[in-house]
């Protein structure tokens, strides 16, 4: 077999090849990798970076299907660095990947970078050591549950009801003010997003006081949440648990044998919600940074 073949992706094209990675990667191997594809296609919709224009790092192999890739994230204040490779990656291979990501930032002038690694993957540390990466302390909680353990859909405060974004298209969309007017258009750019699995909590006169935004990939029948927030006149109201409840009904029904959530292990808030709903923490990642 022909070793595999850099390629330089973009826009469009950059979307359709990282969903089809990550894809095969959750596939290969149930929990193993550091992103499902609803995740990184959220960065994409979120709002709009001067990394959109990047043309990102990919591998391909003779048939070309990706192998890995290098995904460049400009965050503002960092800029993420993000290997993607196949969960059976030989040590070799990794480091190979890294370290061109590391020449093509660089050539792309970006010099400050950082990403998250799982605790436990040595090989990937003594990688990034060398390259001259430090460890930092930051760390996010990787978390999972299994659709057919999930809970009972949690009661909605009076006053407040619940939606799909299939059912409010009359509104501007619930995270538009928050991020950019096109979000919505952005959403729609991506091949995992559903309308009925964006959904909102709106008070008696139609604002928004909760959201979260699932994903789900039937290629691995695998879901995802990513974002949720509840605004800050509507906390402590049951909201946020009524939204990931539903949410997981919903993923569930579309087809979803397991569902993920990332958080962060110092907000109460989090780290009390997602265990208490059923979500068992599996993984810790760290983050490093050159």
């Keep these: 077999m022909d070793a595999p073949r850099e390629q330089l992706l973009v826009g469009g094209a950059y979307l359709e090849a990282i969903t089809e990675l990550l894809q095969r990667c959750r596939k290969a191997h149930p929990t193993k990798g550091q992103y499902e594809p609803g995740e990184m296609l959220w960065w994409w919709a979120e709002i709009p970076r001067p990394t959109d224009s990047l043309e990102q790092l990919f591998w391909l192999d003779e048939s070309g299907v990706p192998e890995a890739a290098i995904v460049l994230t400009d965050w503002r204040e960092w800029v993420s660095m993000d290997p993607i490779v196949m969960p059976d990656a030989d040590p070799e291979w990794v480091a ?10 660089h050539e792309a002038g970006l010099e400050s970078l ?11 540390h003594e990688v990034l050591t060398q390259a001259g990466f430090a460890f930092k302390e930051e760390a996010m909680i990787e978390a999972w549950l299994d659709a057919d353990r999930r809970p009972p859909v949690s009661p ?7 939606f799909g974004r299939d059912e409010t298209q009359h509104l501007p969309h619930h995270m538009a003010a928050r991020h950019h007017r096109d979000l919505e258009q952005r959403l729609l750019e991506t091949a995992l997003y559903r309308a009925d699995l964006d959904l909102v909590v709106l008070d008696e006169v139609d604002e928004w006081a909760a959201y979260g935004l699932c994903w789900y990939d039937e290629e691995s029948r695998t879901g995802a949440v990513e974002p949720m927030r509840t605004d800050d006149a509507h906390q402590r109201k049951g909201l946020a648990r009524h939204i990931l409840t539903s949410g997981i009904a919903r993923l569930a029904e579309a087809g979803a044998e397991r569902i993920k959530i990332v958080f962060e292990p110092d907000n109460p808030a989090s780290s009390h919600l997602y265990p208490d709903v059923g979500f068992e923490p599996a993984k810790r990642t760290d983050t490093w940074a050159r």
């Design 114 to 124: 950082q990403l998250e690694v799982d605790s436990e993957d040595i090989a990937m």
């Design 96 to 105: 190979h990947v890294v370290e061109r990501g590391l020449a093509h930032a």
């Design 156 to 162: 909605l405060a009076e006053g407040y009801r619940l």
